[in-house]
């Protein structure tokens, strides 16, 4: 059997799954895309940071408390604009961070269309979630940044692992059904 068999063989077994269990494929598909919007907005958020940082400290101030969160932020807030006021081009570096989460976000596209071939996306997707973890520890501890903080950054990787998990037990069970 030729490689051109196979993949028309693959492509018919797909659309005839497609046709009698499109409830997999749509809870596959429901879960990738929350992911991809999650990643989209999380990259959208990286760009205003000296804004969202004045509003959140402006929010916490005229609440009144004062505990090692807010004087957290108002500490980030004031290296954030005293840095974007006399080196502007260090920002540059979260621009990027963000386009990053855009670009991934984009090639999760892959598995949403065809789950089972770009099953490669969501392991690499697991890697990534699982590799916050040390990167989070090691990294903060080398900048100082607060335990609780790098537990929130964790928190991200936690939940985003969670979500492909399942994602990737569902195409899982989708591969063995079409082998059946």
Known sequence: MTIVHVTLNYKVLLNIYKMNSPQSIQKIRILILFFMIALVISGLTALPLEYELGVMQSILLKSGFDNSFTQWIEYVYLGLHKTNGEFPFISYGTDWLAF?????????????????????????????????????????????????WRLIDCAFGFIGGLILWRCYSLIKKLEIELVE
């Open 100 to 148: 990053a989460h855009l670009i991934i976000a984009i090639v999760f596209i892959g598995p949403y269309r065809d789950p089972i071939k770009n099953i490669w996306v969501i392991e690499f997707g697991l890697i990534a979630c699982l590799c916050i973890f040390p990167f989070a520890f090691l990294a903060g501890a080398a900048r100082s940044i607060p335990l609780y």
